[in-house]
């Protein structure tokens, strides 16, 4: 079973920046789309970025556009999640995930990663 590879995270103050990173396990692994998504305490899980693994075209969420970048190395195979100008309303657990279809929905991406805490304090 492919598992996807978190890391980064952690914590910053407002303003601060981040680097997410998604690896999946089996350097083989073929997908349409990866994405990131988040889930703060209380709130349903919401889409953040994600991008269309062959074209390498992107789309985000309103409440990140112009201070997330997702990108992605092919060659790596990994995905990443720039993070800037960090607010205390980003403060989630984050997931990247996978899926066969070109989607910002979660119920159709089929792999997640483990998930990583990222906290902005005031």
């Known amino acids: 079973q492919v598992q996807l590879v978190q890391s980064g995270g952690g914590s910053v103050q407002v303003g601060g920046s981040l680097r997410l990173s998604c690896t999946p396990s089996?350097?083989?692994?073929?997908?349409?789309?990866m994405g990131w998504f988040r889930q703060a305490p209380g709130k349903e899980r919401e889409f953040v970025a994600a991008?269309?693994?062959?074209?390498?075209?992107?789309i985000y969420a309103d409440s990140v556009k112009g201070r997330f970048t997702v990108s992605r190395d092919n060659g790596k195979k990994t995905l990443y999640l720039q993070m800037n100008s960090l607010k205390p309303e980003d403060t989630a657990i984050y997931y990247c995930?996978?899926?066969?279809?070109?989607?910002?929905?979660?119920?159709?991406?089929?792999?997640w990663g483990q998930g990583t805490q990222v906290t902005v304090s005031s």
């Open positions: 995930a996978s899926s066969s279809a070109p989607t910002s929905k979660g119920e159709e991406y089929g792999y």
């Open positions: 089996e350097p083989t692994f073929s997908t349409y789309t």
């Open positions: 991008v269309f693994w062959s074209s390498g075209t992107t």
